[in-house]
Structures are given as C-alpha cells and as structure tokens.
C-alpha cells in the first residue's frame, strides 16, 4: 500500500538548513510527483514545491530562492532542503502524493535558538 | 500567481444545515479547483476535485460547483463530524497555490 513518511530534526537553529527526507513505499518515484506542504501552528497551507517524475521540479515563487527539492529513486526518497531558515519557518512539514490524496503524518519544526 | 481567497474565515452552523463554503481566485484557473477538509491534528483530506468530482468514499452530501473564477463547496446536510477547517486548493498553473481556509463549527 501507498505510504509516505517524513523524517528530519525538530529543532533547527535560525539561519541554519533545514533537511527533510520523505520515504515512500507502493509507488514509483518515476511514475509520479511528491510535494511537499508546510503548514504553520495554527495557520494554513502552504505548498513548497514538488519533484515530477522525470525529475523535474517546481517551487514555490516566495521561497525558490532558499528551497531545493531532490530524489533518490533507488532509495524511494525524496529531499527536501531550505536554507536561511526563520522563526516563521516553524512549522509541521508534510510530504503528499498530492495526485492520489496519500500524505505523510508530518514532521513539527520549530526554528529557534 | 494566483490569489485563491475563501469565505467566510469563521462558519458556526446547526446540525443538519445546509451549509455553502466559497473559493475565489484571482484568475481563470478553469475546473482545476480541488477541496480539502482538515481535522485538528491531522493531515488533509481530498473531498472534491475538478471543482466537482467527489473524491471515492466521500459522503454525498458533499459537492462542489464553479469553474473559472468562483467555486463553492456545499454540505447539505451538516454533521457533527464534519467539524474542520476547508481549503481549496488551485492545481491549474504552478506554483499551486490554496485558499487561507474557513474554519466550520457546529453551533
């Protein structure tokens, strides 16, 4: 069966990196996209950006300049990395196959010092 | 990109109202116009897609209409487990881009 689960620290420190990794189980990564969405303590979504299944990728305009979003299709694992990361990054962070409605339970990352 | 903004923010119903969830956006994004519903402390849920495709095993007395610019998302019948926060979410043109949320109670 489908699953996806996001892994990675709870605690980054401000202007550090932040990375995540989503490995996903009963489909192929060549096949089909991953996104990822952020959704801060009590606020709404936010989609980031989503790696294709040729391996092309799209961002999120207000964050393209900080986010990369990679894979390793041998590992069905897909990467997510931020960088200049601020408190109002805190945040659960969730992975989704967003074309069959599958997500992760999410990942909680908070930004402080 | 495209501004998707919903209303109302707060919705507070009776148990069997019917009640109506609005989506707009900024630009014609056609059909491509999906319904979300979230619980506290859980991820997302499809309920309609193509602005208004049920989504299998989603009750009935959801639906979904519009196309272009305004969509609206419908419960006919409100239900005690229907209590949620609703996003739209437009998947027409990238980046995808979802509403600010309404946020339905019962009363």
């Known amino acids: 069966q489908v699953q996806l689960k996001e892994s990675g620290p709870g605690l980054v420190q401000p202007s550090q990196t932040l990375s995540l990794t989503c490995t996903v189980s009963g489909f192929s990564l060549t096949s089909y996209d991953v996104h990822w969405v952020r959704q801060p303590p009590g606020k709404g979504l936010e989609w980031m950006g989503g790696i294709w299944g040729d391996g092309s990728t799209a961002y999120n305009s207000a964050l393209k300049s900080r986010l990369s979003i990679s894979r390793d299709t041998s590992k069905s694992q897909v990467f997510l990395k931020m960088n200049s990361l601020q408190t109002e990054d805190t945040a659960i962070y969730f992975c989704?196959?967003?074309?069959?409605?599958?997500w992760g339970q999410g990942v909680m990352v908070t930004v402080s010092s | 990109d495209i501004q998707m903004t919903q209303s109302p923010s707060f919705l507070s119903a009776s148990v069997g109202d019917r009640v109506t969830l609005s989506c707009k956006a900024s630009?014609?994004?056609?059909?491509?116009l999906a319904w979300y519903q979230q619980k506290l402390g859980e991820a997302p849920k499809l309920l309609i897609y193509?602005?208004?495709s049920l989504q299998t095993g989603i009750p009935s007395r959801f639906s979904g209409s519009g196309s272009g610019t305004d969509f609206t998302l419908t419960i006919s019948s409100l239900q005690p487990e229907d209590v949620a926060t609703y996003f739209c979410?437009?998947?027409?043109?990238?980046?995808?881009?979802f509403g600010s949320g309404t946020k339905l109670e019962i009363k």
């Open positions: 193509n602005a208004n």
């Open positions: 630009q014609n994004i056609n059909k491509y």
């Open positions: 989704t196959f967003l074309e069959r409605d599958y």
């Open positions: 979410l437009q998947h027409n043109s990238w980046p995808l881009t």
